[in-house]
């Protein structure tokens, strides 16, 4: 384990939709370098939860402390500026703009005075980046259209590596893929624990969470179940937290 502070704290998070109980008093403390698998059936919260860390959705109470001081977000850039990234399922890519294009979404770099697009600068550093993660795409200027879902797998997580100083949550980031292009993302979220940033995914595969995590959280229609160390515990434990079935 860690000794470092936690870089994210939730305290007692509610979050109701309407007269729906989605997430009830949670509480976790996540570290840099250390992943978190947080798992549960459908319908569970997790990507409620998600969304709260993430700003797309606030907690009707309890409280988000980043790095020790209590956060409210207002909305998703909000939480990006503080170093929050999510990687999700539907990757939210722009499949008619190139590689580099879409790691810059939002935060394109300009040449000065006046103010034109860099592309040349941001498609440099782009192919240096995943280069870096060993990403293999033909090239940074290739429209994402032309690439496997994999391979655009990797580019949502390369964004977010690039960008995320503190966090990085993954919503089932491999649910659509294959074999091996699941194994290269499952080497890219082992790069961003090597780079000290604090790791929350959410997957449905019990192999998956056993290779990558250090810590399971089990949430049952919106209640934490409880929490457990991977080498500490086995997935028939984590099966009867998931369904309450012994
Ligand atoms: N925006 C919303 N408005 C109303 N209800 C919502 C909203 N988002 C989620 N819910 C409800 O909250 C509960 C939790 O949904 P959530 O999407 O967090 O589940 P999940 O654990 O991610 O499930 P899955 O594994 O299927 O992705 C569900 O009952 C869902 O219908
Ligand atoms: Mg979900």
Redesign the pocket.
């Known amino acids: 384990m860690t000794t470092s502070e936690p870089a994210l704290m939730l305290r007692n998070i509610h979050?109701t939709?309407?007269g729906?109980v989605?997430?009830q008093d949670f509480s976790l403390d996540l570290f840099p370098g250390s992943v978190v698998a947080l798992v549960?059936?459908?319908?569970?919260?997790?990507?409620?939860?998600?969304?709260i860390i993430s700003g797309v959705?606030r907690p009707t109470s309890g409280e988000i402390r980043l790095d020790g001081k209590t956060v409210k977000f207002t909305d998703a850039s909000s939480a990006r500026s503080l170093g929050i990234e999510v990687v999700y399922q539907d990757l939210a890519l722009a499949d008619e703009q190139p590689v580099y294009m879409n790691l810059f979404l939002g935060r394109e770099l300009t040449k000065k005075p006046f103010g034109l697009l860099d592309k040349e600068g941001m498609r440099r550093a782009s192919q240096a980046l995943v280069d870096d993660l060993n990403v293999r795409i033909p090239s940074a200027a290739s429209t994402i259209r032309d690439l496997s879902g994999g391979q655009r797998q990797g580019i949502a997580i390369a964004r977010a590596t690039h960008w995320a100083r503190k966090l990085v949550l993954l919503?089932?980031p491999t649910a659509a893929l294959g074999v091996a292009e699941t194994a290269r993302v499952e080497d890219l979220v082992r790069s961003l624990r090597k780079r000290d940033l604090a790791i929350l995914i959410?997957s449905?595969s019990l192999d998956q969470v056993f290779r990558l995590a250090d810590r399971v959280c089990v949430?049952r229609r919106?209640e934490q179940v409880g929490i457990r160390e991977t080498r500490h515990t086995d997935q028939n434990e984590i099966i009867s937290m998931i369904t309450g079935v012994r």
């Not at 549960?40 to 969304?51: E, H, P, Q, R, W």
Request: neutral net charge.
């Open positions: 979050k939709f309407g729906l989605a997430i549960g059936d459908n319908g569970a919260g997790k990507s409620t939860l998600v969304k959705h919503d089932e959410i449905h949430l919106g």
